[in-house]
């Protein structure tokens, strides 16, 4: 049957954390289960919901929702063959953002502390065990590298959102060389923004230049202007324009906003 194999399908993609959709038809004239079509974001589509048409249609909503920034469950209107609409309640995962903190020190912890809380799945990078431990870090998964073996040990996606706090010029330097040409949508790098200019003109005349488009993603100094102070409040300040760029927002006050938590438009 069909129906069972879309919703093992469903069920295997939240377990090994890939992207989907699942289709199922709400509304039928006709008896048994209902139809489901599962469209992972990458691969074939598995299933039917009864209707060539209905698939068709579900097929390019889903490819639609998992381009969004924020994409929801919802329920879509589809018509079928016979130009009869049909209710489909289109059910969508999408795994957790990553963030990926380079630098195991005191003002991390805080940082990746409120990192699991907010559900991303938190990195944290550093090559000293004594400092990137578990009792540190606890519900953050703990790379022990050395920045020539970041190539072989880390995955950075769009969906990566990244902040280099190492308090070594030296090793921001090399991490710059690795993340800036990534897809991460966001990298954060402490310090002020005379630092900022040193670290790149070093790397300049090492010959390592970046596109605008990837200093674009670079944010330094890092979070919002919200007078944090000590890493507590720090960490609130990063996670804050993380939250912000995410979602596509600035980060200004609400105060005296016609509308409040609404999203940026895509």
Same mark, same amino acid.
């Given at each position: 049957m069909p129906q069972p194999l879309a919703f093992d399908a469903w069920l295997d993609c939240i377990q090994e954390k890939r992207e989907g959709v699942l289709a199922t038809v709400l509304q039928t004239g006709e008896a048994g289960p209902?139809?489901?079509?599962?469209?992972?974001? *990458?691969g074939q589509a598995v299933g039917t919901l009864g209707d060539s048409a209905l698939?068709?249609?579900?097929?390019?909503?889903?490819?639609?929702?998992?381009?969004?920034?924020?994409?929801?469950p919802q329920t879509?209107?589809?018509?079928?063959? *016979?130009?009869k609409e049909v209710s489909v309640f289109m059910d969508v995962y999408i795994p957790p953002l990553t963030l990926l903190?380079?630098?195991?020190?005191?003002?991390?912890?805080?940082?990746?502390k409120y990192g699991v809380s907010l559900g991303f799945h938190t990195v944290v990078v550093d090559q000293r065990p004594f400092y990137n431990s578990e009792e540190r870090f606890p519900g953050a998964t703990r790379v022990i590298a050395e920045t020539a073996k970041f190539a072989e040990r880390l995955f950075i996606d769009s969906r990566t959102y990244i902040i280099v706090m190492n308090h070594h010029l030296e090793k921001d330097q090399e991490t710059l060389k690795f993340v800036l040409p990534s897809q991460a949508p966001y990298i954060g790098v402490l310090g002020p923004?005379?630092?900022?200019?040193?670290?790149? *003109?070093?790397? *300049?005349?090492?010959g390592?230049?970046?596109e605008n488009s990837q200093l674009e993603r670079m944010y330094s100094p890092v979070g919002l202007d919200i007078g944090a102070s000590g890493a507590e409040e720090i960490a609130i300040s990063v996670l804050g324009e993380i939250i912000a760029v995410k979602n596509g927002h600035t980060g200004g006050f609400l105060h005296n906003s016609m509308h409040i938590h609404q999203l940026a438009q895509s």
């Open positions: 209902p139809g489901r079509l599962f469209i992972p974001k *990458e698939d068709a249609q579900a097929l390019l909503a889903a490819a639609n929702k998992l381009n969004e920034p924020n994409p929801k879509k209107g589809l018509h079928n063959a *016979e130009k903190i380079f630098g195991a020190g005191h003002d991390a912890i805080p940082v990746a923004r005379s630092r900022r200019m040193r670290m790149l *003109e070093a790397l *300049e005349k090492e390592v230049r970046f």
